[in-house]
């Protein structure tokens, strides 16, 4: 529904975070595809192609990793566009700008493309286990790091900094800032601040203490209760991956228009789909 809504309303397809919303929104979904939908199969179906296919293990962790860290670091970019946008400073309210975002997100793709390469090369099947895995220890390693800092701490830290500002801009402008529609864009995101602060933050506490604890001894009951805290805390991750819809329609009265009126104008072509087939039945059997 969001690309839906972000595709076909043009001012949302102008404004530089709307359209970072636009990308957030697609790697979203193709995260959820890839990742999600594999999980449910394998533990549901017990049909898990990461034991078997070298080409899928390989894909499918590198592509989780590069729309993951577009997703989130898009996140972080409306949250810093917003931020110029409401600034009082018109030097700085000029670095919003659609031409800008068309390239910085450009380089981010190109950037977590060039990131995914090392992980397509390490990951391979296990010959004893049978599982997909990192077969370079210090790149397993380097991975830890990087799901503590690039898609935990970096983004709550930077979004939690110029979320905190885009709101003092706010209140210092008040009425005067600009025109209802944009308000609602700032909101909308504000809103996803508050979504990827309570989503990300316990993953991140939890990669942290894993890497703590590393070279601890645990018994299998400490295991067991890490593994079972493990698929609680990735599954609240998810949250954020599927709950941008649903934050965009309770922050924005105007996201809820639109939403309304493709639902009703789908309607209305059911309906008029469904008058016109009579009567073109009618037609042909008088002929």
């Excluded at 997909?132 to 690039?150: G, I, Q």
């Excluded at 979004?159 to 005067?176: C, D, E, K, P, V």
């Amino acid at each position: 529904m969001n690309i839906l809504i972000f595709l076909s309303v043009r001012s949302y397809r102008k404004t530089p975070s709307t359209f970072y919303f636009l990308i957030i929104s697609i790697t979203n979904i193709i995260y959820i595809l890839i990742n999600l939908i594999s999980r449910i199969v394998s533990t549901g179906f017990l049909i898990d192609l990461t034991r078997t296919s070298i080409i899928w293990c390989k894909a499918r962790l590198s592509l989780i990793g590069v729309f993951g860290l577009i997703s989130f670091t898009c996140s972080s970019l409306a949250t810093i566009d917003q931020f110029f946008a409401t600034s009082p400073n018109v030097q700085l309210r000029r670095w919003s700008n659609i031409k800008w975002t068309y390239r910085i997100i450009l380089f981010t793709i190109l950037l977590c493309i060039l990131y995914a390469i090392p992980c397509f090369i390490y990951l391979d099947i296990s010959p004893n286990t049978k599982t997909c895995l990192v077969t370079n220890n210090a790149y397993n390693f380097y991975l830890s790091l990087y799901s503590l800092s690039l898609i935990s701490t970096f983004p709550v830290i930077i979004m939690s900094i110029f979320g905190y500002l885009t709101y003092r801009h706010i209140n210092l402008r008040r009425i005067l800032m600009r025109q209802s529609a944009d308000r609602q864009i700032t909101r909308m995101t504000l809103i996803q601040v508050i979504l990827v602060i309570t989503t990300i933050t316990p993953y991140g506490i939890q990669i942290t203490y894993n890497l703590i604890t590393t070279g601890i001894y645990k018994d299998t009951d400490r295991i067991i209760k890490e593994s079972f805290s493990l698929t609680i805390i990735s599954l609240l991750t998810y949250v954020y991956f599927v709950g941008s819809c649903y934050t965009f329609l309770i922050s924005s009265s105007r996201f809820r228009r639109a939403v309304k009126d493709h639902i009703c104008f789908r309607r209305r072509r059911a309906q008029v789909a469904v008058l016109i087939y009579p009567i073109q039945e009618r037609i042909v059997f008088r002929n």
